[in-house]
């Protein structure tokens, strides 16, 4: 049967700190500083590979797919209102910040010209101006 641990105060330090400060209150501070040391490393190594490992905003896009939509769809409406195509995403005053706020803007503008795109189309879009604007990282 797994013994109980009494509850933490939520300021208390990690468990794997309390054991070295066991092992430190015995006279082993050597091994102590060196179990921390790994176990710092151990965690540091782990957050370095899930950062590693996540994908790119828009990796399911494609964004030559995504280049000739906006090519056909958007680039009209975008000199309609700013007399150039590329302004509407590198003036100063842009909306566009996130990710997430590239997605929302291309779902808004599908459905403002009833174009019908697809989620997949809409990741193409997104793909290919993140690549040639926004360049938002994971």
């Not at 994908?55 to 769809?73: E, I, M, S, Y």
């Not at 803007?105 to 809409?122: D, H, K, M, V, W």
Request: charged share 30%.
């Amino acid at each position: 049967m797994r013994r109980e641990e009494p509850p933490r105060p939520p300021n208390a330090a990690p468990a794997w700190d309390s054991e070295a400060a066991k092992l430190r209150a015995r006279g082993a501070p050597a091994r102590a500083a060196r179990i921390r040391r790994l176990l710092g490393g151990a965690a540091l190594a782990a957050s370095t590979a899930a950062l590693a490992q996540q994908p790119a905003p828009f990796a399911n896009g494609d964004p030559a797919q995504g280049r000739a939509l906006v090519d056909k769809d958007c680039n009209e409406c975008h000199v309609r209102q700013f007399d150039d195509r590329d302004r509407i995403y590198t003036r100063a005053d842009r909306r566009v910040k996130t990710a997430e706020q590239l997605r929302a803007q291309i779902a808004f503008c599908n459905t403002q010209l009833s174009t019908g795109y697809f989620p997949e189309e809409e990741e193409h879009i997104a793909a290919w101006l993140n690549q040639r604007y926004y360049h938002f990282k994971p």
